[in-house]
C-alpha cells in the first residue's frame, strides 16, 4: 500500500515539475518572441513539441516566429495546429485567419471572422475583421453590411466612418459617401486626408462651393498643408472664382510646388479671365512638363490664337487633335478654332473647310450661318451664300436631334436671324439682275 502511495505521488510530482518545466519555456517563448529573437523561437517551440506535441502555444509561438519570417505556409500550419488543440482560443484563431489573408485564403478568414460573430453579435472584432477584408476584397456591399453594424454598436468611431464611405465612395453612391465622411470630420477633425477626399467628391458632384468650405475648415486645422491649398484654388477654379483661383495658385507656385497641375489650371483661370498673355506662359509650361494633355494643347492653341500668333496655334490645336481624337463635339470646338484663325489669316477658303468639318461634328446653326458668311464677303459665291443663309435659318425652327429640345433664339440669334433673311433677300436680287436666277 505504502508503495502504491509512493507511486501516486511521484506520478504527481513528476506532472507538476513537467507542468512548470513547460510553463517556463511557454514564458521563454513569449519573451523571445517580444525581443524579435524568432530562430530562437522556432528551436524551442520545436523542441516543446518533440516532448510534448499537446503544447498548444508551442505551435502558436512556431507560428509567430514563422509568419515574422514571412513564411506563411509554415506559419498556417503551426497556426491550423494550435487552434485544432484549442478551438475556442481567439488568439490562436485571429492569428489563423490573418496568415490565412496573407496568402489569399480569404474565404477561410471569413469562416473564422463569421464564426466569432455568430457566438457574440455584439462583440466588434469580429464585425470590423469581416468589413475590412471584404473591403480589401473589393466586395464593397458586404463590407458596409458590416460598418453599419459596428457604427450602430459604436457610433463614435471615426474609423468605421471613415471605412464605410470610402465603400460608399468606390461604388460611386456619392450621397453616403459625402454624409458619412462629413461625420468622420465631426468626429476627428485632425485627419486632412478626409478633407481632401471629400472635397474631391464635392467637386465631383458640382458641388463646388461645398468642396470651397470643406478645404478652408481643413485649413484652419492646417494652414500650410498644400494638397489643401490645390484642391481649394481648383475648387474656386470650378466655381468661375478666377481671381481667387490664379491666387491660390500663385501661392503654391511662388513656394517651390511647381507641378503641371499648377501651371494648367493657373493658366485656364487666366484663360477663362480673358487674360491670354498671363495663360501662355503657364499653358506652354505645364505643356513641356506633360506633352499629352489635350486640354493643355487645346487652350494653349486657343490662346495663341487670341493673341494673334496663329501658326503657333494652329501647331497646338492640330496636336490637341492628333492626341485626343475627340468625341464629336470637342472635335467641333476644336475646328471652329482653326476655322476662326485661318479666317484672321485671310485664308478663307481653308477657314471655310474647317467650319466644314465643324458642321459635320455638330451640326449647330451657327457654323451654317458662318459659311454662309465667308460665301457672301469673302469667296464671291451668292448662290451657296443664300444656301447656307437658308439652311440657317431652317435650323433655328428645327428640333436638334442630339437633345430633342428646340433651339432657343436669344437676342444675339435674332441679329443673325434678321442679318441673314436681309442678305439672302438682297443676294436674291443680285442674282435676278445679273441673270443668275
Do not use: W
Request: proline share 3%.
Amino acid at each position: 500500500m505504502k508503495n502504491k502511495i509512493l507511486a501516486i505521488f511521484l506520478v504527481q510530482v513528476s506532472f507538476i515539475y513537467g507542468y512548470s518545466q513547460s510553463q517556463n519555456s511557454i514564458n521563454d517563448l513569449e519573451l523571445k518572441a517580444l525581443n524579435y529573437q524568432y530562430d530562437s523561437v522556432i528551436i524551442i517551440s520545436k523542441s516543446i513539441i518533440e516532448i510534448d506535441s499537446s503544447q498548444s502555444y508551442a505551435f502558436y509561438y512556431l507560428g509567430k516566429a514563422y509568419q515574422a519570417k514571412y513564411k506563411f505556409i509554415d506559419a498556417v500550419k503551426a497556426f491550423e495546429k494550435a487552434f485544432m488543440l484549442d478551438t475556442t482560443n481567439t488568439i490562436f484563431q485571429n492569428s489563423l485567419a490573418e496568415t490565412y489573408e496573407a496568402i489569399g485564403m480569404d474565404e477561410e478568414a471569413i469562416n473564422i471572422y463569421f464564426n466569432q460573430y455568430l457566438e457574440d453579435t455584439l462583440d466588434i472584432s469580429p464585425i470590423i475583421s469581416l468589413g475590412n477584408i471584404f473591403r480589401k476584397k473589393k466586395e464593397y456591399g458586404s463590407a458596409i453590411h458590416y460598418y453599419q453594424k459596428a457604427i450602430a454598436i459604436d457610433p463614435n468611431n471615426f474609423y468605421y466612418f471613415k471605412m464605410i464611405a470610402f465603400c460608399f465612395n468606390q461604388i460611386n453612391m456619392s450621397t453616403p459617401a459625402i454624409i458619412y465622411y462629413t461625420k468622420a470630420i465631426e468626429i476627428n477633425p485632425y485627419d486632412l486626408n478626409v478633407y481632401l477626399i471629400l472635397a474631391n467628391i464635392l467637386n465631383g458632384e458640382r458641388q463646388f462651393k461645398g468642396a470651397i468650405h470643406i478645404c478652408t475648415e481643413g485649413l484652419k486645422i492646417d494652414s500650410l498643408d498644400v494638397q489643401l491649398k490645390k484642391i481649394l484654388a481648383y475648387s474656386y477654379y470650378l466655381n468661375r472664382e478666377f481671381e481667387l483661383s490664379i491666387s491660390g495658385f500663385d501661392e503654391l507656385i511662388s513656394n517651390g510646388d511647381s507641378l503641371f497641375f499648377n501651371f494648367k489650371y493657373r493658366g485656364l483661370a487666366n484663360f477663362e479671365n480673358r487674360n491670354f498673355e498671363g495663360a501662355i506662359p503657364d499653358l506652354k509650361k505645364a505643356f513641356e512638363i506633360e506633352n499629352e494633355d489635350t486640354e493643355v494643347a487645346f487652350y494653349l492653341g486657343s490662346a495663341l490664337g487670341r493673341v494673334n500668333e496663329y501658326d503657333e496655334a494652329v501647331r497646338f490645336l492640330n496636336i490637341s487633335i492628333a492626341l485626343l481624337a475627340p468625341p464629336p463635339k470637342e472635335m467641333a470646338n476644336i475646328y471652329s478654332e482653326l476655322a476662326n484663325i485661318e479666317q484672321s489669316k485671310a485664308n478663307y477658303s481653308i477657314s471655310l473647310n474647317y467650319l466644314k468639318l465643324a458642321y459635320q461634328n455638330r451640326p449647330d446653326p451657327l457654323f451654317s450661318f458662318k459659311m454662309a458668311q465667308l460665301y457672301d464677303q469673302f469667296l464671291n459665291d451668292k448662290k451657296l451664300a443664300i444656301n447656307y443663309y437658308d439652311g440657317y435659318l431652317t435650323m433655328l425652327r428645327e428640333v436638334v436631334p442630339e437633345n430633342q429640345q428646340v433651339i432657343m433664339i436669344d437676342s444675339t440669334q435674332n441679329i443673325y436671324k434678321e442679318y441673314a433673311a436681309q442678305r439672302i433677300k438682297v443676294l436674291t436680287e443680285e442674282l435676278f439682275f445679273e441673270g443668275g436666277k
